[in-house]
Each structure stands twice: as C-alpha cells, then as structure tokens.
C-alpha cells in the first residue's frame, strides 16, 4: 500500500467558507476524494490545520508553525511514499509582514526536514510534492488581517516557489492553475474546488508514484 502524507492549512482541513464556519465532510474533502480517485492500494492521510503557517510563530495562535510540527508528524506516519506540502496562505497576513520569497524559503525549510526525515521506505527520503496555494481573492471579513499587499504577494508566489522546488530537486504544482478561492472570504475554497483540486492532484501524482487500480 502506498501511502501519502497531505500536510497542509485550513484549505486541508476542509474549511467552509459559508457561516457559520464549520468543516466539509470526508468525502467532500480534496484528501477524501483523493483517496477514493486512487483506490485501495493507497492511504492519504490528512494533516491540515487552520492558521498553519511554514516556519512561523503565530502571535495569536498557538501550535501554527509548520515546522515544528512537521518531524513528529513525519516520523508517526513513516514510511511514506509521498508528502504533500501545501502551505503559504497564512504566511501573508498582514502582520507578519513577509515576502513571496520569505514564504518560499519557510517552505524550503520545510523541504530540508523531509529530505533529511528518513521517514520514506527503508529510511530513504519520500518523494515531495509542493503545492503553491491559490491567488487569495477580494478579502472581506479577513481583509483586517491579510491586508492589502497580501492578495498580490499571493500572485507572485507560484514563481518563487517552483525555484525552491528546482533547487532542492522536488515536484512543484501551482493550485492556482486549477482552483480559485471563495468569493466568500478570498481565501478558502468552496466544495467543487475541492473536487477540481483532488482531481488534478490525482494526475499530477500519477507523475510521481505508481497509480495502479
């Protein structure tokens, strides 16, 4: 059985957008549709949390760094064929103040725990997917804390992070070209993005492992 690690932020998590706030179930879910377009032979599992950022500390949340979550998650989860890393979003509020190439390089640490994790098969490395994280759309009730650079530093990270994943040897998909944030919020997606997303996800893993029925 191969299994994938999705380790991701609130669009992960599955995220409403509608109020009042909640969760989409499973199999509404990218990860829950996942699983189901890959088959028995594969196991996904999900690692999302809300306000999840790649390296940073979060003034006003606790337990939302990336990394320092990422080696105890990697190492309950070994072995692992694939990890997903999909992460950025949360990165651009307003009051951390940080560039699309800051938030390139919190996911270039990210890379390197991986890399170095030996939480692959027979303590080799996993194969690495990065996901650069949609365009974040009109802000409304987040526009206090996203700012207004937040939305055009989103547009500027797809670029910087393909150049990481170049550098360090790992496989880049750009969100972007397949899914579009909520009307709603301007960040999170509503349910047939979810299904766009899982989709694409699925082609773009054929590239990478095996995707035998």
């Known amino acids: 059985m191969y299994r994938i690690l999705c380790y ?3 669009n992960t998590w599955g995220f409403r957008p509608e109020q009042p706030f909640t969760r989409f179930a499973h199999d509404i879910r990218w990860t829950g549709l996942l699983r189901k377009l890959l088959g028995e032979n594969y196991e996904v599992i999900e690692e999302g949390l809300n306000g999840r950022t790649t390296v940073w500390d979060d003034p006003f949340g606790d337990h939302k760094n ?4 990422l080696s105890p998650c990697l190492e309950s ?4 064929d694939l990890v997903i890393i999909m992460l950025g979003t949360n990165d651009l509020k307003d009051y951390f103040g940080l560039t699309a190439a800051d938030v390139a390089g919190g996911l270039k640490a990210l890379i390197g725990v991986v890399k170095m994790s030996g939480s692959g098969r027979q303590g080799t490395p996993p194969e690495i ?3 650069a994280p949609p365009p974040i759309g009109t802000l409304s009730l987040l526009a206090g804390i996203y700012g207004e650079q937040a939305a ?11 150049l990481i994943t170049q550098l360090l040897k790992a496989h880049f998909m750009d969100a972007g070209q397949v899914v579009a ?7 999170h997606w509503e349910a047939d993005q ?5 989709k694409a996800v699925l ?3 054929k590239t990478i492992i095996s995707v035998d029925h």
């Open 203 to 205: 082609e773009k893993i």
């Open 66 to 69: 990336g990394k320092t979550y």
């Open 8 to 10: 991701g932020d609130s």
């Open 194 to 198: 979810h299904e766009r997303f899982a």
């Open 129 to 131: 997917l990065v996901v």
């Open 181 to 187: 944030s909520s009307e709603l919020d301007g960040v």
């Open 152 to 162: 055009p530093k989103s547009k500027e990270l797809p670029a910087q992070i393909l």
């Open 77 to 80: 989860h070994s072995e692992l």
